[in-house]
């Protein structure tokens, strides 16, 4: 009977040991490194779709997924605008990481859009409302987050598939009429993804140095177990930038993958004073609060 107690508890100390060791091999997010990232995407100007500004920026995007030796994507399309009949040109940026247990083919999706805002519309300057915008919290900082966990995933690997992807032409349309929002989202999943993810987690202005993350109300009344895994791990973690509960109903990305049966959720603190306005600079942003998302994805992905 002692042989077979010692026995146990040896693979019990087995476990939990591995348990830790597994633990202790996950980086740390680093929210000042994806402040710095949010800061070069904002410095490349307003990364309006079909613009000098927006070309050199997702170069930019490219290389840096590139230089982690990581597989990159890029899907083009083009946008025909509604009111000017222009052919704006657009790129989804898919970044692709394998996990340790990559072989079962499970794969879970991160999202943010890249793109800013092509006008000012919400600026209390009305002659500003045709000037595009920098989008620092608005597009950089979901791309900035992204852009960190791609280091954590390099330097050690999640058990599960995922992929990141970046969206163009989120932010695209006028006031009023959705048809021309969400374009990147909308062009992605006409690409043969159905049934491909897991669950999709979008990461939109997270950057807010006032940081306040409520429930979305579509996440979570059509996927509330993803919703209660984010902000459970929110809480597990002690972020008290997770406010567990509904605060607004947004019209994001997400919904596009909503309308193909992935189970998805969105990540934003839309009660942001410089939205849609000349302001949305990087001084608004902190990388604590970049941090603070950081962490809590990084702790849901390594999780599963």
């Not at 010692?6 to 202790?24: N, P, Q, R, T």
């Not at 849609?276 to 599963?304: E, F, M, W």
Request: one cysteine or more.
């Amino acid at each position: 009977m002692k042989s077979i107690l010692l026995c146990l508890a040896s693979i019990l100390m087995i476990l939990c040991c591995g348990s830790c060791s597994h633990e202790k091999a996950i980086p740390s997010f680093d929210g000042g490194r994806a402040y710095e990232y949010l800061k070069e995407q904002a410095a490349f100007g307003p990364r309006v779709p079909g613009t000098d500004d927006a070309i050199k920026c997702r170069e930019y995007l490219i290389s840096f997924f590139r230089g982690l030796k990581l597989e990159v994507d890029t899907m083009s399309f083009i946008h025909q605008d509604k009111q000017t009949g222009r052919k704006i040109p657009m790129t989804n940026i898919l970044i692709h990481i394998k996990g340790i247990d990559s072989a079962n083919n499970a794969c879970y999706l991160l999202a943010a859009h890249w793109d800013s805002r092509p006008r000012a519309d919400r600026d209390l300057d009305s002659t500003k409302w045709n000037n595009p915008i920098d989008g620092a919290n608005d597009g950089a900082s979901g791309v900035a987050v992204l852009m960190e966990l791609a280091n954590l995933f390099t330097q050690a690997k999640p058990r599960v598939n995922v992929d990141l992807v970046l969206l163009d032409g989120e932010d695209w349309g006028r006031e009023g009429d959705l048809d021309e929002y969400f374009l990147g989202a909308k062009d992605f999943i006409q690409r043969n993804i159905r049934g491909k993810y897991k669950f999709a987690i979008l990461v939109d202005m997270v950057g807010d140095k006032d940081l306040k993350i409520y429930r979305e109300e579509f996440s979570n009344h059509y996927y509330p177990k993803l919703t209660d895994q984010i902000w459970g791990t929110a809480s597990k973690l002690g972020e008290k930038a997770f406010i567990d509960s509904v605060g607004y109903a947004v019209m994001d990305d997400h919904l596009s993958f909503m309308t193909i049966g992935i189970p998805s959720a969105v990540i934003i603190d839309f009660n942001y004073a410089y939205w849609h306005t000349v302001n949305d600079t990087p001084d608004k942003c902190s990388p604590q609060s970049l941090g603070v998302v950081g962490r809590v994805l990084a702790a849901l992905i390594y999780g599963l």
